[in-house]
């Protein structure tokens, strides 16, 4: 068993009346990519800063690799941060920026230089270091802010939604580069976002935030196929939820359960359903979202409720899809992927 | 065509309204005529005549100015001992003035711009500003009261067994300083304020102490505001006299020459004129290297 490198205990935190945190318990092990995924008001943002050390935690308790630091400065935690502004200094270079944590821990100036040096090749950015970070892109920016984090080789990397900035393309380009970069320095990743793809796409392990809680912690499988609560379900993916009634007559059973529309099949009304194997269930196509490499239906049950099933476009065009607005439909899917959301609290 | 009629149907005023809109330029130069003419006659157009005249002399009997080219004034200002001493010396209170108020100004806009509470800023902003409702000669006159034998500043020093700086070079820097001070703290709390705290969060997080902080990145991102501040308090001390001739003593400064010197030499006072203008000049293109002059 690999070492933790971040415990939390009982962590709280409250703003005059607010209460931002309201207790968390967590263990993030050495190494890994660890995501807190939440809506905006969550307070992931918030344990975040509390680990780096910008606020300081109401009550409960923070260990770093093993040592208590509740009560330290961040100037003295090993973290690092990369901040969702990048929070670059205007004033120097993009290599003094990339150094300046060196300079403050009194490494000698060539030693500085080199390593640098590095840790703008490591994020690709050589012969940018002359540059002031006001002449450079959002990327490049996120990138030196990267490498000015990464260049002390903390012990663990905060990443407050470093990606939110930028648009659509180079958004997924950095997933997959912060993915390598960190598989190569093998540092701890704690990275908070409000996207779920994006959590889903890197992480080791996921933390769903909800109202200054955890509601689950998982692989990105276990949260996606197995959410433990109607809000993971809803939140990690589309909200697909069969209750009361419907759930009776269509699953057979009473409670909440989920299924992810990429599993429903959209088929004709008239159409054999093939039990027992499979679940089925009747209704009127009431919404079609044409999303160019797949299709979105929106059917309204007969049992009662509304469930979204996605269809790839394998040898369908717009029209056809378009076709299917108000008529009735078959929707069916194995049974295995029906799954049974625990009661709220 | 369809446009004319459209166009006939409207009010003059709209008309005017399409009209200035369709011509950028014409738009354009009337804004500007007004200002522009204002800066090019009054303002430049004076500062010309100040530096010709400058170049003339006077008839040293009748004090009446004679239109003859010359250089003697300027020649005058670098070899008369008095005149060089003095430029000097007003061009050394003028730098004092500057650096006394960023020195007084940089704490107080800390406080009221990162220590104070959000909820009292603009309240201390506006009580930062209050003493410049007051009008000048005033506040003057009060420190004359202040300075003066027995007065105030006797007063508080003598458990100290000292004394007040009484009128003189001194006191002028004091009441100086006193008087430009706003200048230089509103640019230095502006700067401040606007400094994104996650910068300082990020100079911590990479291992920073407060000191380091200060010295690396707040210093540095609110100097160009020090010198915007500056060419306030610098050109503002330079071109003054009136708070000298009030608690100045004897002391004289460039504006004092001018003004002793209007009646019966107006040439030399021009020459004297124009040593501010160059200096204040001088001193702006020194400052336009730190950037201040895009913080003002």
């Known amino acids: 068993m690999e070492g933790s490198a971040i415990r939390l205990r009982d962590l709280r935190k409250s703003f005059g009346e607010t209460t931002a945190v309201a207790g968390i318990d967590l263990d993030i092990s050495d190494g890994e990519f660890f995501s807190m995924l939440g809506p905006s008001g969550s307070g992931k943002t918030t344990v975040l800063r509390m680990i780096a050390g910008f606020e300081s935690p109401t009550s409960g308790e923070i260990e770093l690799a093993g040592q208590e630091v509740t009560g330290l400065a961040p100037f003295e935690r090993d973290v690092h941060t990369v901040f969702q502004d990048y929070a670059l200094f205007p004033h120097m270079t993009v290599e003094q920026n990339v150094a300046y944590g060196l300079k403050v821990r009194k490494v000698p100036k ?3 230089l080199v390593r640098a040096r590095k840790a703008l090749a490591d994020v690709r950015l050589e012969g940018f270091g002359r540059r002031r970070p006001g002449r450079l892109s959002g990327g490049q920016r996120q990138r030196v802010a990267l490498a000015r984090a990464l260049v002390g080789r903390p012990r663990v990397l905060l990443l407050d939604e470093p990606l939110g900035a930028l648009d659509l393309k180079l958004r997924e380009q950095m997933q997959v580069e912060l993915k390598a970069i960190q598989r190569e320095v093998g540092i701890t990743f704690v990275f908070v976002t409000h996207d779920q793809e994006e959590a889903l796409t890197m992480s080791d392990r996921i933390a769903v935030f909800n109202q200054g809680r955890i509601e689950q912690v998982g692989t990105p499988a276990e949260i996606y196929e197995r959410p433990a609560t109607p809000f993971v379900a809803g939140f990690v993916g589309t909200s697909n939820l069969l209750e009361g ?14 299924i992810r529309p990429e599993k429903i099949r959209v088929l004709k009304e008239s159409a054999e359903a093939d039990e027992p194997e499979h679940s089925t269930a009747t209704g009127t196509v009431a919404e079609v979202v044409y999303l160019g490499d797949a299709t979105r239906f929106l ?17 369908t065009s717009s029209e056809d899809v378009a076709a299917y607005r108000g008529t009735r439909v078959r929707l069916q899917w ?12 | 065509m369809t446009t004319t009629a459209q166009a006939a149907g409207r009010s003059p005023v709209r008309r005017l309204a399409g009209t200035l809109h369709r011509h950028p330029r014409l738009r354009l130069s009337l804004l500007l005529t007004a200002p522009l003419l204002w800066l090019a006659v009054l303002y430049l157009g004076s500062l010309a005549v100040l530096f010709v005249s400058a170049f003339w002399t006077t008839n040293s009997f009748t004090s009446e100015v004679v239109k003859v080219w010359s250089t003697d004034n300027f020649h ?23 650096v006394l108020c ?49 007065g105030l500043a006797d007063w508080m020093l003598k458990p100290f067994g000292m004394s007040g700086p009484g009128f003189g070079l001194l006191a002028a820097v004091i009441a100086l ?5 706003p200048y230089m703290i509103l640019p230095i709390h502006t700067a401040l304020e606007q400094l994104p705290a996650s910068l300082l969060d990020a100079s911590a997080d990479l291992g920073g102490r407060p000191a380091r902080t200060f010295r690396s990145v707040v210093l540095p991102m609110v100097l160009p505001s020090v010198a915007a501040g500056s060419v306030f308090t610098f050109s503002l001390s330079l071109g003054d006299y009136i708070t000298v001739q009030i608690v100045g003593g004897k002391t004289q400064l460039i504006g004092n020459l001018v003004y002793s010197n209007i009646e019966l030499n107006l040439p030399m006072a021009a020459a004297l004129g124009t040593v501010p203008v160059v200096v204040i000049v001088l001193y702006l293109l020194a400052m336009r290297r730190t950037g201040a002059l895009s913080s003002l």
């Open chain 2, 102 to 150: 960023a020195v007084i100004a940089f704490p107080v806009a800390f406080y009221t711009a990162r220590i104070a509470k959000p909820k009292w800023r603009p309240l201390l902003v506006v009580a930062i500003l209050t003493p410049l409702w007051a009008s000048y000669l005033v506040k003057v006159y009060a420190w004359r009261l202040i300075l003066s034998q027995g």
């Open chain 1, 299 to 315: 059917v309204d049950l007969d049992a009662g409720g509304r469930l979204t099933a996605l269809q790839q476009n394998l040898e």
């Open chain 1, 110 to 112: 060539p030693e500085r």
């Open chain 2, 76 to 98: 005058a200002l670098f070899t008369t001992p008095v005149f060089r001493q003095v430029i000097l010396r007003s061009i050394g209170v003028a730098l004092a003035v500057t």
């Open chain 2, 177 to 181: 300083t006193y008087l430009w001070l």
């Open chain 1, 334 to 345: 194995h049974r295995r992927h029906t799954f049974k959301v625990p009661d709220p609290r």
């Open chain 1, 245 to 258: 009634q419907s759930a009776r007559q269509v699953v057979g059973a009473p409670g909440t359960y989920s």
